[in-house]
């Protein structure tokens, strides 16, 4: 990946907006539960920053995938993972789509206000019986006249509390599950769209999380993005951007844990002298670090080809899964090397630990990024390899 002085100069402008948008309140949005995203997604649009890639006629940035793959990465320096994670749902996860194949009348009313941070979006995918098996969702969008008729429910929709729309999966057909599914844009204010309580989880305190239910809720047919039975294809196509953005943005995080390790194994004592004068921990530290590095050349690498116009369905896999083990092991890691207080809610690499560890569930398990892998591999069986 070649980045440009221009890329530089954005990625100091993000780090500048961590260091003093997000990360003085970060404890504060933890405690809460909560973000308050429209304050922040406006201060982002102001920026420019919701719409690096997206189409200038809709207030983006009309650059190529590069550019928000760095924003991903700066991103990665923000002190939780849950600020970061409600920004790329709304930059890389509920919107390519709708940019991509959304009608001029459709992206005028949900994208452009979501690119100036007016809206808050949110990607309505899982159900509680449907995760990553996508073709499994209940929830369906019956036709009536030029109207939809939406019932069902979602689960684990992260921004939906504070969510102005969602871009919502449903079964638009009765045909096979790949193609009787369309993508629709359902403003949350809608009568009988229901917001469920927060969800309490262990980590990505401050992202807030909870179920959507849908009754009987008329949206018109204008709404849907494409083509009707496309639905599971555009997703699968939104999935990529959403994979490697995920990855991207675990960069930073890992290596400012590694650092933050550092600095505290340097200056705490046992047996005589600091634990980080023990071999075995700063090769240890060493080792994770380097993983970090070769995990970057991959992330780099298909966003490149993504930027080419590429099929980067195995690339991104690839790096999603790599990077949700790897996060797994420095929290793990690094977490032995603080000792007692690595088990307390009062040190950075705790909220690593636990934030970090939804990178191997969200978004596609471990196991159905494996799946896919070997699919593509052709060594499952009636698998041919592409």
């Known amino acids: ?34 973000f308050p995203a429209h304050e922040l997604f406006k201060k ?28 991903a990465e700066e991103l990665g320096a923000t002190h939780c993972g849950g600020v970061p994670m409600g920004i790329g749902v709304q930059t890389d996860m509920a919107t390519p789509a709708l940019a991509r194949y959304g009608s001029d009348a459709l992206k005028r009313e949900f994208l ?3 690119i100036s941070g007016d809206y808050v979006a949110c990607i309505g995918v899982s159900e509680p019986g449907a995760g990553s098996d996508v073709a499994s969702i209940k ?8 109207d939809y008729v939406i019932n069902g ?58 179920p ?19 639905g599971f294809t555009y997703q699968m196509i939104q999935f990529q951007e959403e994979r490697l953005w995920g990855a991207a943005a675990g960069l930073k995080s890992m290596e400012y844990i590694i650092g933050e390790t550092i600095a505290y194994t340097r200056q705490r004592k046992a047996f005589g002298k600091s634990i980080l004068d023990n071999q075995v921990v700063h090769f240890r530290l060493a080792e994770m670090q380097t993983e970090i590095e070769a995990l970057r050349a991959l992330i780099y690498r298909a966003g490149e080809e993504l930027v080419a116009g590429q099929d980067v369905t195995k690339l991104a896999t690839m790096a999603k899964l790599k990077c949700g083990r790897l996060q ?45 892998l070997c699919k593509m591999m052709g060594t499952l069986p009636g698998s041919v390899k592409g």
């Not at 239910?213 to 949206?219: A, N, P, S």
């Open 1 to 34: 990946m070649l980045f440009t002085p221009d890329h530089d100069e954005m990625r100091r402008t993000i780090r500048k907006f961590v260091d003093s948008e997000i990360n003085p309140h970060v404890d504060e949005w933890e405690a809460a539960g909560i």
């Open 44 to 71: 982002l649009g102001n920026l420019g920053l919701l719409g690096l890639n997206k189409p200038v006629e809709y207030g983006g940035q009309g650059l190529d995938y590069s550019w928000a793959l760095a924003m």
């Open 112 to 114: 452009a206000p979501s």
């Open 139 to 146: 929830t369906n969008a019956r036709s009536d006249g030029d």
């Open 153 to 210: 429910g979602k689960m684990w929709i992260t921004n939906s509390t504070q969510a102005d729309w969602v871009c919502l999966l449903a079964n638009t057909g009765d045909g096979p599950a790949h193609r009787n599914k369309s993508l629709i844009c359902v403003p949350m204010d809608a009568k009988g769209v229901e917001r469920g309580k927060r969800i309490d989880k262990i980590g990505m305190r401050c992202s807030d999380t909870a």
């Open 212 to 230: 959507i239910h849908f009754t009987d809720v008329r949206v018109p047919k204008r709404n849907r993005i494409g083509e009707e039975g496309m």
């Open 328 to 372: 797994r092991e420095v929290g793990d890691g690094c977490m032995q090397y603080w000792g007692g207080m690595g088990y307390t809610n009062e040190t950075p690499v705790t909220r690593f630990y636990r934030d970090g560890r939804l990178t191997s569930i969200a978004g596609g398990a471990d196991e159905v990024m494996l799946g896919i």
